[in-house]
């Protein structure tokens, strides 16, 4: 048994899960199935376009894809660790890690390399709200316009490890020992938590219903005025 990593859940019968050594399994609604992968080194993300289309990317740049059929490699512009896929369209999709702000771009054809000019640091987890507007979080924050990455100014001392946004105006990105901080839409700011482990996702159903999961079964839940611990099992 290995450890699962991300799941990505495109309806209540179509859910993809991906793993360590390169362990893809799926939910046909009704059980769990073992599926064989291309690879046999970690997977970090999973993201769903469809049935038909789904990418997954892990350790030294593996980047594999799913047809309806089969997964199989895709060609990768790096091979330093990518830890998290957002694909906007089957002709437009991001990829970030590890090292010098590693950033690629699928264009519909290939994966290329996209320079941020930021420095080396590590990036962990990429948002995007429209062709124009994306985010990715790790030991910075940086912003995609629609023509570049732009550094933005982020009040966190610590590593954030996941970053989701509901609009232009809102976001939130968690990290080391119960980091949060929430984007207005002009600027990212601290915000009481009562975690002190580390949270490695943050998904936002709503402004007034987010949720936070992180180490030793942390559970927080944002009701819309403040940050509260939910019972874990």
């Not at 989701?164 to 976001?171: E, K, S, V």
């Amino acid at each position: 048994t290995s450890h699962l990593t991300s799941v990505y859940m495109l309806s209540t019968n179509d859910v993809w899960a991906v793993g360590w050594y390169g362990k893809t399994i799926h939910w046909n609604g009704s059980s769990w199935t073992l599926v064989p992968s291309p690879t046999k080194r970690d997977l970090h993300s999973v993201f769903m376009l469809g049935s038909s289309d789904v990418w997954a990317v892990g350790d030294y740049g593996t980047i594999i894809r799913w047809d309806g059929r089969v997964w199989y490699n895709v060609s990768s512009p790096t091979t330093r660790h990518l830890y998290s896929v957002y694909m906007l369209s089957p002709s437009n999709g991001w990829a970030v890690g590890a090292l010098l702000s590693t950033v690629i771009h699928w264009d519909g054809a290939t994966w290329e390399n996209v320079s941020t000019y930021h420095g080396g640091t590590m990036l962990f987890s990429v948002h995007f709200l429209s062709p124009s507007d994306g985010w990715a979080a790790g030991w910075k924050i940086i912003h995609w316009n629609g023509a570049l990455w732009e550094n933005v100014p982020s009040p966190a001392f610590q590593r954030l490890e996941s970053v989701h946004m509901l609009g232009p105006t809102d976001g939130w990105a968690v990290g080391r020992d119960g980091w949060v901080i929430r984007w207005n839409g002009t600027h990212w700011r601290n915000w009481t938590s009562p975690a002190t482990y580390t949270l490695y996702d943050v998904f936002m159903v709503s402004a007034n219903d987010v949720w936070a999961v992180g180490s030793y079964g942390t559970i927080i839940h944002w009701d819309g005025n403040y940050w509260n611990t939910a019972e874990s099992p």
